[in-house]
């Protein structure tokens, strides 16, 4: 990841938020990835731009009161004033932080060049003025390259559940339903418009009668937890064919190629076998940018193999994820998708608990995050400064 250094910052962003009961760090952080993603297109993606050094480490104070949280957000960036305007813009939109309804306002935009701008208002406020008029012109073509990039990767909302989709779900004989708005963010990026997420493993009404009119193929991420949902929507609604993620991958991440291959090898309802269709994904190579599964040699303590394990009792099924700090205390709860991103964002973690697995993009944000241990079903890569382990590793069985 590219670091961004206070020399760097050209403006902080501030905003303030209020949560309708007590939510942690992690909440607040997991919120502003999450629910801002896909909002301002890939080059405004807040993920990437910190990865890109663009934004530096995301900073929350807070405090609670009477079961309310109450606390300030800050982000610093090097991008320009349009740029942070709209990202201050889209953090707006934050309804929801951890389990509880939230509000997001945005209190300024500080210019942390103060010194410069006051050399300027008093020996230039000519240029200052023309400076300001520039910026209003780059304002516009920024909005407006920003809403044809977005506009390229539309989705709707559909039915009562206000579901995410392509704009095709009507018009097509089948769809193809995924997991949640990042995968249909990835497959409408990739030219698939007869798409629809569920949101969730609870299958949704919408979904279930879309399944008695059209032909469905029900594509989920390689893991466990697809498989879940597999179970669930076999016992409510209809399905015709089942694809699956190559094994250790999600639907959101993969390439055109890769999405293409997995809806080749889709399987007839009639003929699905979870064995048989688990073994044939373990089977694929390992997707691009990964080692092939690792299960590295480690000496673990048996306290901390005793700990891990009561923490992965809690995790698994729930395509989440444990912060844990040195004193075996739960610091928060993130989301699986959102690991790599927030955990470069909160100090002190000791170990990391997934419920999936180890990917070489989590290895290197623990490594930036001086993580001590990072436990997972199963690891890719390998790393120096981390412990990584498998569920194996520690003698975890499934219950």
């Not at 697995?357 to 930036?368: F, L, M, N, P, Q």
Request: hydrophobic share 35%; glycine share 8%.
């Amino acid at each position: 990841m590219a670091k961004i250094g206070p020399a760097s910052f050209k403006y902080v962003l501030h905003a303030k938020f209020t949560a309708d009961s007590l939510v942690d760090k992690p909440d607040v952080i997991g919120a502003v990835f999450g629910q801002t993603e896909g909002l301002l297109g890939e080059e405004l993606d807040l993920r990437e731009a910190q990865k890109n050094g663009k934004i530096g480490r995301i900073n929350v104070e807070s405090s609670s009161s009477s079961g309310k949280t109450a606390g300030e957000i800050t982000i610093p960036t090097s991008l320009g004033i349009a740029e942070t305007a709209l990202i201050g813009a889209a953090i707006e939109t934050i309804d929801r932080i951890g389990p509880s309804k939230a509000t997001v306002t945005v209190d300024k935009i500080e210019d942390v060049r103060a010194s410069k701008r006051d050399y300027i208002m008093k020996k230039a406020q000519k240029l200052l003025d023309e400076a300001l008029k520039t910026s209003q012109v780059d304002t516009t073509e920024l909005l407006q390259k920003l809403y044809e990039d977005v506009r390229q990767k539309e989705f709707v909302e559909y039915g009562s559940e206000k579901l995410p989709a392509g704009p095709d779900v009507n018009d097509s004989e089948e769809v193809i339903v995924v997991e949640g708005r990042a995968d249909v963010m990835n497959m409408l990026k990739h030219g698939f418009a007869n798409v629809i997420g569920m949101n969730g493993t609870n299958i949704p009404k919408t979904v279930i009668d879309l399944s008695r009119k059209k032909t469905v193929t029900l594509f989920v991420d390689g893991d466990r937890g697809g498989e879940m949902i597999i179970n669930s929507f076999l016992q409510q609604g209809h399905v015709d064919f089942i694809a699956k993620a190559p094994s250790g991958t999600e639907v959101e991440e993969l390439s055109k190629k890769e999405i293409n291959q997995s809806l080749r090898l889709r399987v007839p309802i009639e003929e699905y076998d979870p064995s048989l269709l688990r073994r044939e994904t373990h089977e694929r190579k390992a997707p691009v940018g990964h080692a092939q599964p690792q299960q590295p040699q480690v000496e673990v303590p048996q306290e901390i193999k005793d700990k891990a394990i009561s923490f992965i009792n809690e995790i698994v099924g729930t395509r989440g994820a444990f912060l844990v700090n040195k004193n075996y205390e739960i610091m928060g709860k993130i989301p699986y998708k959102e690991v790599e991103a927030s955990i470069l964002n909160i100090e002190n973690i000791y170990m990391l608990v997934l419920d999936g697995t180890i990917t070489d993009e989590i290895v290197k944000s623990a490594e930036e995050s001086e993580i001590e241990y990072v436990i997972g079903s199963k690891v890719f890569g390998s790393s120096q400064s981390v412990k990584l382990l498998s569920y194996e590793n520690i003698g975890y069985k499934y219950r």
